[in-house]
């Protein structure tokens, strides 16, 4: 008579059974299915892992000129009321684009006109093809 062992405690059960007749554990063997390490599964569909990081990428790229746009923002706004006053502006503009002096109409200096110009760049890959590229400047002036 042939009978499967119970893994668990070793008793014998008859070859029809699923499960031990002693303690219950499941008598078929459950083996995980290989996946193939170069892709990624998401809605049924294979990705490759190296469009996987081109996308990281361009997501931690534009996270960080995010996160530096607001840190920017936030000095600026710092600047304007008055707590960190000239030397945070002239900071800022450092880090950015140097400062132009812009002349008003009337052909006289303007005194202190701090322009500040950030950019921001996304790209958009499809296919491992520029599919789209996003261009977004924002312009700064602070008068002084």
């Known amino acids: 008579m042939v009978e499967r062992i119970c ?3 070793q008793h014998a059960n008859p070859i029809e059974n699923r ?24 809605a049924g569909q294979r990705i490759p892992l190296a469009q996987v990081r081109q996308v990281s990428k361009a997501v931690a ?24 006053a000239a030397a945070a502006s002239t900071a800022l503009a450092a880090s950015q684009q140097p400062a132009r002096q812009l002349i008003p109409a009337d052909n ?5 006109v701090v322009t500040i110009v950030s950019q921001r760049v996304v790209e958009v890959w499809e296919h491992g093809i520029l599919a789209r590229q996003i261009i977004e400047k924002h312009v700064w002036k602070r008068e002084g």
């Not at 008598?27 to 599964?41: G, N, S």
């Not at 790229?61 to 960190?84: D, F, M, T, Y």
């Open 7 to 9: 893994p668990a405690c």
């Open 19 to 42: 499960f031990c007749g002693a303690c219950g554990t499941s008598l078929e063997r459950h083996e995980l299915a290989r996946r193939d390490d170069a892709t990624i599964v998401i």
């Open 61 to 84: 790229v534009g996270l960080a000129a995010v996160a530096a746009e607001a840190g920017i923002a936030w000095l600026k706004r710092r600047a304007e009321q008055g707590g960190l």
């Open 108 to 112: 006289q200096p303007a005194a202190n």
